[in-house]
């Protein structure tokens, strides 16, 4: 009925003792099959996985259901479709603003392939969360920010 979109850190954060742990996501084989759009980062996709190897993490991801694969790193944005690795190098001038990136890079991304191919959602999605993170909290620029910063450093 409509595209599916996780980002499985909801699935791998537990309360315990106080604090946060990360665990394996039990039901991910089941369930990964609805999923269209999965982002991870690279920590959690070791962590489904069992792989630090992002591309190969992204190829495991992928046959186990889920459509497009997009894995965040702190140097650069990654997405498998099944067909082709995609990469995007993060490119901020400056780490004010970290808290919030695999969110801003995810919901970028989605919105963008409503109407764009994977290499430009990438981009701009990519483009978007460089500049966010020189700003401590969310983003709150505009389009035409966006538009610029890739015209500049894309």
């Known amino acids: 009925r409509a595209m599916l979109a996780i980002d499985v850190q909801c699935m791998l954060r537990w309360e315990e003792n106080g604090g946060m742990v990360y665990r394996d996501w039990e039901a991910k084989k089941e369930l990964l099959p609805y999923v269209r759009f999965l982002k991870t980062d690279a920590a959690e996709a070791e962590i489904l996985t069992g792989l630090a190897d992002r591309v190969e993490a992204a190829k495991v991801l992928y046959g186990w259901g889920a459509k497009e694969i997009l894995i965040t790193h702190n140097t650069e944005v990654l997405v498998y479709d099944g067909k082709e690795i995609y990469t995007c190098p993060i490119k901020a001038r400056s780490l004010g603003g970290r808290t919030g990136r695999g969110d801003t890079t ?35 620029g505009t389009r035409a920010d966006v538009d610029a910063y890739i015209k500049e450093f894309y």
Do not use: H, W
Not at 111 to 138: F, W
């Open 106 to 140: 995810f919901a970028c991304y989605i919105n963008e392939r409503l109407t764009q191919d994977i290499p430009a959602a990438l981009q701009t999605a990519t483009a978007l969360v460089s500049l966010k993170m020189e700003t401590p909290g969310p983003y709150m």
